[in-house]
T-cell receptor, first 114, second 112 residues
């Protein structure tokens, strides 16, 4: 069964540095998402992306964050000037349709900010 | 915005028993309600979903019910097995939005 893959599985970064989290969505999917899960807390929506632009974003997704689909297969989340509170699991997801369609999640990248 | 409450936070059952997890939502415009299972070290995996035009949906040992009037929905797992042990999240999405709001999760433990 096709799956969403994320790399790296664990990223350790010094506070203030920039990180790029990478995702390869399911190949025929058109809608892409990033979520964050702080340890022990609920999954939080960050952003959705369709047709090379952001469809919707949450309050968490401020100017520190950006997303990009640099080629036909990758979908990236860039976090600039990382802070301690950015430490979390970051999940990428994709769906074949848009609104109200099942989303398929990757296994996440654990981001640790030191 | 939408607020999703989920109970209980932890549920411990014996193998073969049934498990019920309940969620309430606040936004009457929500119309899509997925349930996710998250195993340790993995991402959430969709196990079942229901839309607001349906009151109940079943898939083998898993069923979900929705009461739009009361704004609550529940996940029912029958004949539980140890491999059902995981964290289960409910979520709600309003019409016209990509943003699902998740509950805080229920840690289900099935004892063999």
């Amino acid at each position: 069964e096709p799956e969403v893959t994320q790399t790296p599985s664990h990223q350790v970064t010094q506070m203030g540095q920039e990180v790029i989290l990478r995702c390869v969505p399911i190949s025929n999917h058109l809608y892409f998402y990033w979520y964050r899960q702080i340890l022990g807390q609920k999954v939080e929506f960050l952003v959705s992306f369709y047709n090379n632009e952001i469809s919707e974003k949450s309050e968490i997704f401020d100017d520190q964050f950006s997303v990009e689909r640099p080629d036909g297969s990758n979908f990236t989340l860039k976090i600039r000037s990382t802070k301690l509170e950015d430490s979390a699991m970051y999940f990428c997801a994709s769906s074949g349709g848009g609104l109200e369609q099942p989303q398929h999640f990757g296994d996440g990248t654990r981001l640790s900010i030191l | 915005g939408e607020n999703v409450e989920q109970h209980p936070s932890t549920l411990s059952v014996q193998e073969g028993d049934s498990a019920v997890i309940k969620c309430t939502y606040s936004d009457s415009a929500s119309n899509y309600f997925p349930w996710y299972k998250q195993e340790l070290g993995k991402g959430p995996q969709l196990i079942i979903d229901i839309r607001s035009n349906v009151g109940e949906k079943k898939d083998q040992r898993i069923a979900v019910t929705l009461n739009k009037t009361a704004k609550h929905f529940s996940l029912h797992i029958t004949e539980t097995q140890p491999e059902d042990s995981a964290v289960y999240f409910c979520a709600a999405s309003r019409r016209g939005s990509y943003i699902p709001t998740f509950g805080r999760g229920t840690s289900l433990i099935v004892h063999p």
